[in-house]
């Protein structure tokens, strides 16, 4: 089972970006897919997670309205795309899915590698 994420880099505060996740190895239709964010010296936060229809999203209070969640599952790959970034969401991104209807770092099946986001100010 592998998780590559991709899209991260280095952009002005203001700007956007998109995070892909394209998932592998097995059928993720029961898993609900997320994405967290760590910072240098801090603890890994949840940032948002979709389910495999897409109904259900949820959001971290700090991102909502500006990153928007989104999934392609012909292409078996979950998107973050990210707008009016703030030098605050500079961290690693990770992808990550947990089987069933919730997603915290505890519950987490499968972890993608990190891919950097920095803002600048």
């Known amino acids: 089972v592998q998780l590559q994420a991709s899209g991260g880099g280095l952009v002005q505060a203001g700007g956007s970006l998109r995070l892909s996740c394209a998932a592998s190895?097995?059928?993720?239709?029961?898993?609900?897919m997320g994405w967290f964010r760590q910072a240098p010296g801090k603890e890994r936060d949840f940032v948002a997670a979709?389910?495999?229809?897409?109904?259900?999203?949820n959001y971290a209070d700090s991102v909502k309205g500006r990153f928007t969640i989104s999934k392609d599952n012909a292409k078996n790959t979950v998107y973050l795309q990210m707008s009016s970034l703030k030098p605050e969401d500079t961290a690693v991104y990770y992808c990550?899915?947990?089987?069933?209807?919730?997603?915290?770092?505890?519950?987490?099946?499968?972890w993608g590698q990190g891919t950097q986001v920095t803002v600048s100010s």
């Open positions: 990550a899915a947990a089987a069933g209807n919730a997603i915290n770092y505890r519950s987490v099946d499968y």
């Open positions: 190895g097995r059928t993720f239709s029961n898993y609900r």
């Open positions: 979709i389910n495999w229809s897409g109904i259900s999203i």
